[in-house]
């Protein structure tokens, strides 16, 4: 088939590898819930000078309830990088009077320090970039802007982690084995030193957990060595079935 005919389909594939269509509605009930809480909390809290939401929560949302598995998603990557790039954001902004470069600046900067911080979150980016653009809104009144940042994102975390006891996802996440099937610590013939030189050799980064690896490729151990027993134990007939009907024959002959 012409790779232009098969683009229709690849377009509305989803690319996150386990998506399903349950995952995603209620993934849409979870952003549902955290964010309208987290809304009305804070517009209650706050006054009316002070922002209820900021929009990088928005991108949080996302990651929280649709790739609770994400290390991105995590409790400390969603505050930490939050609240840490919007610090540094503000930082930028009162240090540099060219906007696009105290943009450029911000952003950079938040995505080195939530690298050092180990608390990578894309939305933080977001999170740099707001206190660069709203600057002059709230220029001598930083807190009104962090508060914001600090609040949305430890209510949507508490909001998740309460959520996802009922969603079927674990949160914070751990790499756990599949309920009722037994595997090995680490996959069949392979290491995690295996697994961390071939992550090396790569020179790329994944969102995926060490942890989560080892527990796929066991996972798919168990599947391949489950295929190949059905494989092995259908050759073992066939190979069966011709001896007898070589056997028939070589009876029909002597009679």
């Known amino acids: 088939m012409p790779r232009w005919k098969s683009l229709p389909k690849s377009l509305f594939t989803p690319l996150l590898a386990g998506a399903s269509l349950r995952d995603r509605v209620i ?3 979870g ?6 809480i ?4 804070c517009a209650t809290l706050f006054p009316v000078s002070m922002p209820w939401l900021i929009a990088p929560i928005g991108a949080s949302a996302v990651l929280l309830f649709a790739v609770p598995a994400s290390p991105l998603a995590q409790p400390w990557s969603i505050v930490g990088g939050n609240f840490l790039s919007a610090v540094f954001g503000v930082v930028v902004a009162q240090a540099v009077s060219e906007p696009a470069l105290a943009a450029a600046l911000a952003v950079s900067t938040a995505i080195l320090v939530m690298s050092l911080l180990r608390c990578l979150h894309p939305p933080g980016g977001a999170a740099a970039l707001s206190a660069v653009l709203g600057w002059q809104g709230f220029a001598g009144h930083a807190a009104d802007y962090l508060v914001p940042v600090l609040l949305n994102s430890l209510i949507l975390v508490a909001i998740g982690m309460f959520f996802h006891r ?14 009722g099937k037994t595997v090995t610590p680490e996959p069949v013939g392979l290491l995690m030193d295996d697994i961390d030189g071939a992550l090396a050799d790569l020179g790329e980064t994944f969102d995926i957990s060490r942890e989560d690896l080892a527990l796929l490729l066991t996972r ?4 391949a060595a489950a295929r190949l027993a059905k494989v092995q134990l259908a050759a073992a007939g066939n190979k069966m079935a011709a ?9 029909r002959a002597r009679l």
């Open 38 to 41: 987290a809304g009305w909390i």
């Open 31 to 36: 952003a549902l819930a955290g964010i309208g």
């Open 166 to 179: 009922f969603s079927g996802h674990s949160y914070p996440h751990r790499a756990r084995p599949v309920d």
């Open 243 to 251: 001896g007898n009907d070589a056997e028939r024959k070589r009876a």
């Open 220 to 223: 798919a151990e168990v599947h």
């Open 27 to 29: 993934a849409s009930f």
